[in-house]
């Protein structure tokens, strides 16, 4: 085959290098008989450069052609081969990448789908539940009945009623009450006694928490402290975390506001949300997912009493409007140690019980008609349960009372305010006589006045 090639190649060349000296041509002449005539230049015109014809072009182009098929043909076997494997491999690393990235976006794409059905299912859930508040009636204002413990177990619960302002759907709740001024505090009044709250100042700030466990949690002081920690002694427990567990010590307000700790205990369990309390040198809170009241001694660093709330609400049943399961919530005033949450008997109603501080038995109960999930956040001052309208409006009011010494409640418009728009905590601090408050990363305390106690 190669030879051939070689000859047509070398005739090839050779009829290209005649035509450069001679030239042919054929035609008719006048009786119509074919004649050659072969012309070949003189000596003088081959000297001459020339233009080649047509033919000779077209002979270079087929040389062309088949200097390449030889050069194909003389080739090793796998040299195209393995250019073509390449190839091929490329294109197939290529595609499983391509194939893997579209598997990515895809799962992707389901996962946001899973996400908006949930959203929208939560949506559809709280318009239900926003109509249902709208349509129903308020039902008039009754008195308030004290009841102890083993007669709510007896007795029939009333359906619980709201106050007289209107409420929406818990989770978008921003009460809009109506501010009234409070008069000037005048020889009526004192800071000493144990009347009804007439004035919350301004709020002071004492410090930024450093960190996200730092949004919303509980600080507190031991109106009762009991050695080894002073009455000076301020206590606080990031409530943000997986396992909240540990509380932080500092010798003073000082030490407090600049950030050093000279204490931090790591709890046995961990504690739920914001409604710890410190009394006679014990911690008393919630055990995280459980209705279980714990006494944790301070001296001793270990757990001096448990008990279960009877019939308490836990894990977001009954919240306060901010939620963050908020359902028990304890505290200390001048009558001892006290606990706010709410009950399937009650519908939701804020229930108060005065507890035994060794035991964490309950003493006495008192149901009110006020709905937990209306407000956002309480505290007790002598014997008084006070409510704040709104977590997140920089002016709200504390806009109810229940005193449970005459097992009354009355509505009320005291200005407070949530300087930081997400006020989580709000507690009495005996030691102090100020509300102590956690608003948005910031803790701060708030100077109170009350009326002078009326004589009996």
Not at 190 to 219: F, M, Q
Request: aromatic share 10%.
């Amino acid at each position: 085959m190669l030879f051939i090639l070689s000859l047509c190649m070398f005739g090839l060349v050779m009829q290209g290098d005649a035509q450069d000296r001679a030239a042919l041509w054929r035609g008719n002449d006048r009786s119509g008989r074919c004649q050659y005539t072969f012309t070949v230049p003189s000596p003088t015109e081959v000297s001459c450069p020339q233009v080649a014809p047509p033919e000779v072009e077209s002979l270079k182009a087929r040389l062309s052609v088949l200097e390449a098929l030889v050069s194909q043909l003389q080739s090793p076997p796998g040299a195209h081969r393995g250019t073509g494997v390449r190839s091929h491999s490329e294109l197939q690393e290529a595609l499983n990448q391509v194939m893997g990235e579209r598997n990515l976006l895809q799962g992707e794409k389901e996962r946001m789908e899973r996400a908006l059905e949930g959203l929208q299912r939560r949506m559809e859930e709280m318009k239900r539940e926003t109509e249902r508040l709208r349509n129903r009636p308020c039902p008039p204002h009754t008195p308030m009945v004290q009841t102890s413990s083993s007669q709510q177990d007896r007795n029939p619960i009333r359906p619980a009623a709201d106050s007289a302002w209107r409420y929406g759907a818990s989770g978008f709740q921003e009460l809009k009450a109506e501010v009234t001024e409070v008069p000037a505090p005048n020889g009526n009044q004192d800071n000493t006694g144990c009347g009804t709250l007439v004035l919350v100042g301004e709020p002071i700030t004492h410090r930024k928490a450093e960190s996200i466990a730092g949004k919303y949690g509980v600080w507190m002081q031991d109106p009762e402290a009991v050695s080894p920690y002073g009455p000076n002694m301020v206590w606080r427990i990031d409530a943000i975390g997986s396992e909240v567990r540990q509380l932080f010590g500092y010798d003073d307000m000082e030490q407090f506001s600049k950030g050093f700790p000279s204490k931090v205990l790591l709890l046995p369990d961990p504690v739920e949300s914001t409604g710890a309390t410190l009394y006679r040198g014990s911690l008393y809170y919630q055990r995280r997912f459980s209705r279980t009241l714990i006494r944790y001694d301070l001296a001793s660093e270990s757990i001096a009493a448990r008990r279960e709330l009877p019939h308490a609400g836990f894990r977001g049943q009954f919240p306060y409007s901010w939620g963050g399961y908020t359902d028990i919530d304890l505290s200390v005033d001048e009558k001892g140690l006290w606990v706010v949450y709410s009950t399937n008997k009650a519908h939701g109603a804020i229930v108060i019980s005065q507890l035994d501080p060794h035991t964490l038995e309950v003493k006495k109960s008192w149901e009110t008609n006020i709905r937990k999930a209306s407000v956002a956040n309480s505290f007790i001052i002598c014997g008084k349960l006070y409510t704040v309208a709104s977590y997140a409006a920089h002016n709200t009011t504390i806009n109810y009372m229940y005193d449970t010494k005459t097992s009354q409640g009355k509505a009320m418009s005291i200005p407070f305010k949530n300087k930081y728009g997400y006020n989580s905590m709000i507690d009495y601090n005996l030691a102090q006589r100020k509300l102590f408050a956690w608003d948005n990363f910031h803790l701060v305390s708030y100077d109170i006045r009350l009326g002078r106690q009326q004589a009996n």
